[in-house]
T-cell receptor, first 115, second 111 residues
Framework: DGGITQSPKYLFRKEGQNVTLSCEQNLNHDAMYWYRQDPGQGLRLIYYSQIVNDFQKGDIAEGYSVSREKKESFPLTVTSAQKNPTAFYLC??????????????FGSGTQLSVL | DQQVKQNSPSLSVQEGRISILNCDYTNSMFDYFLWYKKYPAEGPTFLISISSIKDKNEDGRFTVFLNKSAKHLSLHIVPSQPGDSAVYFCAATGSARQLTFGSGTQLTVLP
């Protein structure tokens, strides 16, 4: 079964701690994305990567970092600089070669909470 | 500055009736629009899309209408079913090919 796997489903962060959210896809998609969802708000783009070893900041990149060492993997680190990290984090991917590559495929999300 | 707006946070309809979800946008450079459906604690799933060269796209019970002059699109679900109860996100993209999402509308279909 092809898809996007996010882990863990729930994550707790202590004050001053960095935490890393995992995102793996076996859809052979070139592009991967991280979004954040807060209650009553739309999805906001944190970072995206169109190709291995390259990534770009989205609208709310401050306090986050990413890497794209493999096509299949796009982990997101929430650093201690992110002062309001509690949110639902969604990873997505899309095929760059698709005429409509905006059809994102999403993982099931990670709920991050601060202790 | 919200470029994609869904002004109704919630909508309730009776099973079998029509559900109409609305979305407004401000960026005239947007040329492709999508609707996503999301259940609690899950990722959104693609539902239907429309290009700016069209004014209507239909897929089964779902139809999306685009009014470019009004910068408005709507999603019609006919007939509505209890399983349609979810949050619906409108999204738009332009030449940058990055999606901008609305804040979502919670649809509840009452049996």
């Amino acid at each position: 079964d092809g898809g996007i796997t996010q882990s863990p489903k729930y994550l707790f962060r202590k004050e001053g701690q960095n935490v890393t959210l995992s995102c793996e896809q076996n859809l052979n998609h070139d592009a991967m994305y991280w979004y954040r969802q807060d209650p009553g708000q739309g999805l906001r783009l944190i970072y995206y990567s169109q190709i291995v070893n390259d990534f770009q900041k989205g609208d709310i990149a401050e306090g986050y970092s990413v890497s794209r060492e493999k096509k299949e993997s796009f982990p997101l680190t929430v650093t201690s600089a992110q002062k309001n990290p509690t949110a639902f984090y969604l990873c997505a991917s899309s095929s760059r070669n698709s005429a409509t590559n905006e059809k994102l495929f999403f993982g099931s999300g990670t709920q991050l909470s601060v202790l | 500055d919200q470029q994609v707006k869904q002004n109704s946070p919630s909508l309730s309809v009776q099973e079998g009736r029509i559900s109409i979800l609305n979305c407004d946008y401000t960026n005239s450079m947007f040329d492709y629009f999508l609707w996503y459906k999301k259940y609690p604690a899950e990722g959104p799933t693609f539902l239907i899309s429309i290009s700016s060269i069209k004014d209507k796209n239909e897929d089964g019970r779902f139809t999306v209408f685009l009014n470019k002059s009004a910068k408005h699109l709507s999603l019609h679900i006919v007939p509505s079913q209890p399983g349609d109860s979810a949050v619906y996100f409108c999204a738009a993209t332009g030449s940058a090919r990055q999606l901008t999402f609305g804040s979502g509308t919670q649809l509840t279909v009452l049996p």
